[in-house]
């Protein structure tokens, strides 16, 4: 199995900053691609931002310009530089990744989510 163990979740003031950190762990694993997904009250599940291994990025457009993406020189950590926040990225976010243990297969793994509250 591979674990997603995410960090820095908290409040912050409208159009304040956080920077979200998820690292993978597991026994010989391969990680290709990377994303955050978010859940908002009676919502469902949704993409917030997506990176390959090779470092190439795509956003939702609702926070394009706002958030980044980003990977660590290992691989398997990422981060999410979330900028100018609102209060409608008011969620609890997860972090996804696609890993092989086998090295052939891929399999989705998620973390167990934390929670970004924007509010004055």
């Known amino acids: 199995q591979v674990q997603l163990v995410e960090s820095g979740g908290g409040l912050v003031q409208p159009g304040g900053s956080l920077t979200l950190s998820c690292a993978a762990s597991?026994?010989?694993?391969?990680?290709?691609?990377m994303a955050w997904y978010r859940q908002r009250p009676k919502n469902g599940r949704e993409l917030v931002a997506s990176?390959?291994?090779?470092?190439?990025?795509d956003y939702a457009s609702s926070v394009e310009g706002r958030f980044t993406i980003s990977r660590g020189n290992a691989k398997n950590t990422v981060y999410l530089q979330m900028n100018t926040l609102k209060p409608e990225d008011t969620a609890t976010y997860y972090c996804f990744a696609q890993a092989t243990q086998d090295m052939r297969k891929y399999n989705p793994y998620w973390g167990q989510g934390t929670q970004v509250t924007v509010s004055s």
């Open positions: 990176i390959t291994r090779a470092g190439i990025s």
């Open positions: 597991g026994r010989q694993f391969s990680i290709s691609d």
